[in-house]
């Protein structure tokens, strides 16, 4: 299924996501594969440039649970973070913006409880992930940001 380009802000998308989080990693190389024109780039929340986008939009620099999708000048946290991640993805996965009708409070209420649940469920990871070549490619660095 082709994506509605038109609708799609031109500027690549940054995806900030736990490191250490096994189920987080995991989404980072679902996306990557379902991203094949590069439109996403990534940063764990720990990382120098993680730090700095959270600076920047005013999020807790200590506090890990949510990943943040950053479009430009603006920033989405949890489920609209979810959401607006799916709506850039190849195939089916738009459809998932139909969840935009539940409110965001209950939409954000399950988000939360799978956040909370993640390392219980999916385990923890003593360090970061370690990207493929291709995918590190896509990894933000802090001088990627300045400027």
Known sequence: MP???ARLPKAPAIVLFDGECV?????VRFVYARDPQARLRFAP?????????LQRHGLST????TFVLVEGDRCYTKSTAALR???RLRGLWPLCCAFVVVPRPLRDA???FVAKNR???FGRSDACMMPTPELKRRFVEPQDLLG
């Not at 189920?23 to 989404?27: K, T």
């Not at 929340?45 to 986008?53: E, I, N, R």
């Open 3 to 5: 994506h509605n380009d």
């Open 85 to 87: 991640l799916a709506r």
């Open 119 to 121: 390392y219980r469920w």
């Open 23 to 27: 189920m987080c990693s995991f989404i």
């Open 45 to 53: 929340l720990q990382s120098d440039a993680g730090q700095m986008l």
């Open 62 to 65: 200590d506090r890990f649970d």
């Open 110 to 112: 399950v988000y939360g």
